[in-house]
């Protein structure tokens, strides 16, 4: 009978566990939280596929896009951080050759080793998608100008 008992204490403890964290006691109140743990769940994954389909996009047009130069007029810090490169929010007056040189905003993760280089005034070379002006990729591996 000690094993029973043994039982009993460790399935009484573990429900005195769930109450101190405000966590369903039984297997019912576990599984009506089920769907709020998989919505949160769900949106961490659109949001981590999001990031990757911008990513792809960047590294595209990267590749296919045409060169410009941007100035940086001003930027504003979001709080977050992309593989630990700080995301910031810019805004660039952006000159391609053979077009007038136009204004746009971009939010962008910056390099560790580029931080330095993203202030005001400075400018910065980036790639332009031909039929989307304001779609722009940052290119770190031109200098700036």
Do not use: C
């Not at 429900?15 to 599984?31: A, F, N």
């Not at 929010?89 to 390099?111: N, S």
């Amino acid at each position: 009978m000690g094993m029973f008992k043994d039982i009993k204490k460790m399935t009484d403890q573990s429900k005195e566990l769930s109450k101190q964290q405000g966590r369903p006691t039984s297997m019912l109140g576990r599984i009506k939280d089920t769907p709020n743990t998989l919505n949160q769940m769900s949106g961490a994954l659109d949001d981590a596929m999001g990031m990757q389909a911008d990513m792809q996009a960047q590294n595209q047009l990267l590749t296919t896009g045409t060169p410009g130069t941007a100035t940086i007029k001003a930027l504003q810090e979001t709080g977050t951080l992309v593989n630990f490169n700080p995301q910031v929010f810019l805004d660039l007056e952006v000159a391609v050759e053979g077009k007038d040189p136009y204004t746009t905003q971009l939010t962008t993760a910056i390099p560790q080793m580029q931080i330095p280089m993203v202030a005001p005034g400075n400018k910065v070379g980036v790639r332009v998608d031909p039929a989307d002006p304001s779609a722009i990729a940052i290119d770190w591996t031109r200098p700036q100008g």
